[in-house]
Each structure stands twice: as structure tokens, then as C-alpha cells.
């Protein structure tokens, strides 16, 4: 079993390169100045393998993952 | 500055003029000093029993910090933090300017109760002078084991921000920075770090002497304890009250000398704060219980009166231009998110065509997503306003406006940098 994880952004390191959207578009989204908006929920366990390629590849690692609530997951 | 008052009870923090040593020692007595372990803990519980909470807007249990900080393997250090950011705000200078040492009090208390060396006590340029003058008298008298610094604080709406004040002391950048690693694990070069408003220090002192009983004998038993609250705008007497928790929105506003005429609505807490109807705030007690559900709290104690016949969308429209301009520029959302914001809640005030729509949207777009609570805040500005003035917008899309621009909020102009 994987521990529950969700994504966060540390805003003060984001540029706005948004490969993170691209490469994650099942959970983030773009706002209107191109920033990432991520889901607050837990991260679904098929996808926890592309979220963490996707916070590898964020050039100013401004992406992470942080433990998640675990057994609250809403999303899909 | 204006008067002081306090409602009912004796004041505990502000007395008329400025306290040197020998008086401040006088009415007070000696703080308690060269605690063992066992009197720190001690005193650390009292503070949770006191129940107080910090002073600044943010409202966090002091004893859970002062606890944080003091369970720390590395040596602390203490951030008294006397910015006061907040442009309509003076109550901290004015518990500067009367009662320096109640805060270097409480100052080494907090460095004493968390094993730190150094106390570095940040000040808002007006009470500088006093704070200083303050600490050398400490020097003279070999007061304090724990050294003081004194420091100017930055310019700035945000450099009052916790993070933002410790790296002002580090490297002369008001900006807040990244969590984590939290101010308590590591904090100014690393060490870490208590930074507490100077209002919250000064009732520390206080508990130290008199306890927690005395402390929870003001205010309400959820929210004990005295509070200094500046009130402005339309009254007779505007000034810094100290009152108890909980005293009753109207209460203030008799005790700054009442209304100076009918009143439209009260911004309370600061310019994060938020706009209510000043006839339904009226009966409700200033604390976060008795506000909550109007959407609005006592935040850095801050209450300002809008008349009528002022419009409410034209005061918030130049108190978030503002905001947006004092965003220290570090994340995308604040950064580009709140100048549209502020374009947005100009064309209503100006009765210019403007996108409601596309307003809220951008609201959701900043909310939540900074580095520091700045966009936040200037969130939670915006949408009381469009709750609180909904009948002025009203008028304002049919192309009229019931009061005159008035410029009853103070914005610096000019740049802070």
C-alpha cells in the first residue's frame, strides 16, 4: 500500500512554467496568469506514479507532495 | 495619537504618558527572572491556562508556540515584532510610546521561557527613539541576562508578516518566506525562532506577575483577557481603547466618543479584515466567537467607521489598489491576480461597465494560493464589500451612487521601497 499524498505548490518558488499542467492535466489546472491550481484532494492511487515524475520534472521544484488526509479521497 | 480609555476595569497595559524604568517598575512590580527549568514550564502552562493569544491578527496560542520554540534542540532567538504594517493601525506604537517596558518585559520572558540568548525587538520608526532609549536604561541597571537589539522595522503592508520580519533582520528583505520549515524549527539564521507581536508580550508580562485568573478576570472565558483596538473613521474620538475581549462593537465606538452621525458600515480587523453593516455589528461582541458568522473577526484590532453618504466601493477600491501594490511580488496569483482584482472593484466604484462574473472568478483564482496570507486577505476585503454594499452596487450599475468619493481609510502614497 502507498501512503496517501496530495500535491501542493510553494508559490514563491513558482515561475509559471507550466509543465506541470501538461504533464498532470488529470490534476492541475491553469489559472488566468498561468499559475497551477491543484486539487486539494488526495492524489488517486493510479496516478501517484505520474505525480511524482511531474514534481521531479517542475525546473524550479516548486512542486511536492505532501502526506495526504488517507481514506477521505472524493476525486475520482 | 488620541486617548486612551479603557472600559469598566483598570487599565492593564496604557497609562497616560510614557512609563520610564522606575515608574514601570513601580506599578507593576518586578517581572519574575532567573527561572529553572521547573519555573519555566510553570510559567509556560500558566500562559495555556491564561489562554492568550497573539495580538498581531492571527490569533495562535502563545503557550503553543512559546512551547514549539522551547522544545527546540538548537539555541532560540526571540522576534518581538512591532511593525505594525497596517497602515490604519497605531495601537502597538502607542503601547510603544507608553509602555516600552512592559514589551521588554515580556521580550526576555519569552527569550527566558525558550532558552534564547538574544531578543532583537522590531519597531515601527515613530517609537524607535523611545524603544531604545528603553533598552539602555535596561543596559545601565543590569536588568536583563538576555541581550536586546533594537531594529527599524521595513516599510510595507506585508513586512509585518512573521517570516517577512525575521528575514528583514537577516538580510534587509521585507518578504515572507516559504512554509515549511516552520519559524519555530528554523528561523532566523536557522536558529529557532519566536516572533510575537509586542501587545502579546506585554500581557505575557503580565501573566508572569499576576497569573492566569487574573489575566481570565477580562474578557470572556473563550477569549480572555485585555485588547488594544484602534478605532477611526466617523467618531468624535478617534483613537487606542484597551478593553476587554468580547466588549460589544457598539461599546467602542461610545467609548471613541461615539458617532459622529449615522453610520453606514464598520471595517473591522484591518485592511484583511471585513466590511459589516454597522447597525447588525452593533450588538456583537469584538472577538472571533461573536463575529464569525457576520464573516469578520477582531484580527489586529481595528475598527473604522463608514459613514453614510460615503461610498463603501470607492474606500475599498483604493484600499485594494493598494494591497495589490504592496504584494511583495513573489507569487504569480498575488502578484498578477490582485492588481486585476483591484481594476475590477475600481470600474464598479467608478461606475465604469466592469465583469462581476469574471471579478469572482479571480477572487477564487487568488484565494489560498501565496506564499503569506496577503491575497487572502485583500480576498476577504473584496468579497465583504460586495456582500455588505450589494444595494450600492445596485445603484452603481443603474449609473448612480449614493455618496461622495471620501477618503476615510489612510493609504501611504508613494512607493514603500
Not at chain 2, 13 to 30: F, K, N
Not at chain 2, 206 to 232: C, H, N
Not at chain 2, 326 to 352: H, K, M, T, W, Y
Not at chain 2, 393 to 404: F, T, V
Request: proline share 7%; net charge positive.
Amino acid at each position: 500500500m502507498t501512503r496517501p499524498a496530495r500535491l501542493r505548490v510553494d508559490f514563491i518558488a513558482c515561475d509559471g512554467r507550466r509543465l506541470c499542467a501538461e504533464a498532470l492535466p488529470e490534476l492541475i489546472t491553469l489559472d488566468d496568469w498561468g499559475f497551477p491550481i491543484v486539487s486539494g484532494q488526495d492524489v488517486p492511487p493510479r496516478l501517484l506514479a505520474d505525480a511524482r515524475a511531474t514534481v521531479r520534472a517542475c525546473p524550479r521544484l516548486a512542486l511536492r507532495l505532501d502526506p495526504g488526509a488517507g481514506g477521505h479521497d472524493r476525486s475520482a | 495619537m488620541t486617548g486612551t480609555r479603557l472600559a469598566g476595569t483598570r487599565p492593564r497595559l496604557l497609562y497616560p504618558g510614557t512609563a520610564g524604568l522606575i515608574e514601570h517598575t513601580t506599578r507593576y512590580g518586578p517581572p519574575p527572572s532567573g527561572l529553572g527549568r521547573p519555573q519555566r514550564e510553570a510559567l509556560i502552562a500558566e500562559v495555556d491556562r491564561a489562554g492568550l493569544t497573539g495580538r498581531g491578527g492571527a490569533g495562535f496560542p502563545t503557550a503553543r508556540k512559546l512551547a514549539a520554540v522551547a522544545a527546540a534542540h538548537s539555541p532560540a532567538v526571540v522576534v518581538a515584532n512591532g511593525t505594525e504594517g497596517e497602515p490604519a493601525s497605531i495601537k502597538d506604537r502607542v503601547l510603544m510610546a507608553r509602555s516600552p517596558h512592559l514589551v521588554l518585559d515580556g521580550a526576555v520572558l519569552a527569550a527566558e521561557l525558550t532558552g534564547a540568548g538574544r531578543a532583537v525587538i522590531v519597531v515601527h520608526r515613530d517609537v524607535r527613539e523611545i524603544m531604545d532609549e528603553a533598552a539602555a536604561d535596561r543596559a545601565r541597571a543590569g536588568l536583563d541576562r538576555v541581550r536586546l537589539e533594537v531594529r527599524t522595522a521595513a516599510g510595507g503592508f506585508v513586512a509585518g508578516q512573521a517570516s517577512a520580519v525575521v528575514r528583514w533582520v537577516q538580510r534587509d528583505v521585507a518578504a515572507p518566506t516559504a512554509t515549511p520549515p516552520r519559524l519555530a524549527q528554523r528561523g532566523l539564521r536557522g536558529a529557532p525562532t519566536l516572533v510575537q507581536n509586542v501587545e502579546t508580550l506585554a500581557h505575557l508580562a503580565l501573566i508572569a506577575r499576576y497569573g492566569a485568573a487574573w489575566f481570565r478576570s477580562a474578557g470572556t472565558p473563550a477569549e480572555p483577557g485585555t485588547m488594544l483596538v484602534t478605532v477611526l473613521g466617523a467618531v468624535r474620538e478617534p483613537g487606542v481603547l484597551e478593553v476587554g475581549t468580547g466588549t460589544p462593537v457598539g461599546q467602542l465606538l461610545e467609548l471613541a466618543g461615539s458617532a459622529s452621525g449615522p453610520l453606514q458600515a464598520l471595517l473591522l480587523g484591518g485592511y484583511f479584515g471585513a466590511w459589516v453593516d454597522a447597525a447588525g455589528a452593533s450588538g456583537r461582541p469584538f472577538s472571533s466567537a461573536g463575529l464569525a458568522d457576520l464573516g469578520a473577526g477582531p484580527g489586529a484590532g481595528l475598527v473604522a467607521a463608514l459613514p453614510a453618504g460615503v461610498c463603501g466601493l470607492a474606500e475599498t477600491a483604493r484600499v485594494v489598489r493598494y494591497l495589490a501594490g504592496e504584494s511583495a511580488g513573489q507569487c504569480g496569483p498575488c502578484r498578477f491576480g490582485l492588481p486585476a482584482i483591484a481594476e475590477q472593484v475600481e470600474q464598479l466604484a467608478d461606475r465604469r461597465s466592469a465583469d462581476p462574473w469574471l471579478l469572482r472568478r479571480w477572487l477564487g483564482q487568488v484565494d489560498g494560493r501565496g506564499g503569506c496570507a496577503h491575497p487572502d486577505g485583500a480576498v476577504r476585503l473584496v468579497r465583504s464589500a460586495l456582500r455588505t454594499f450589494c444595494a450600492e452596487l445596485e445603484r452603481h450599475a443603474a449609473g448612480r451612487c449614493s455618496g461622495g468619493p471620501a477618503r476615510l481609510l489612510p493609504v501611504p502614497s508613494g512607493s514603500r521601497r
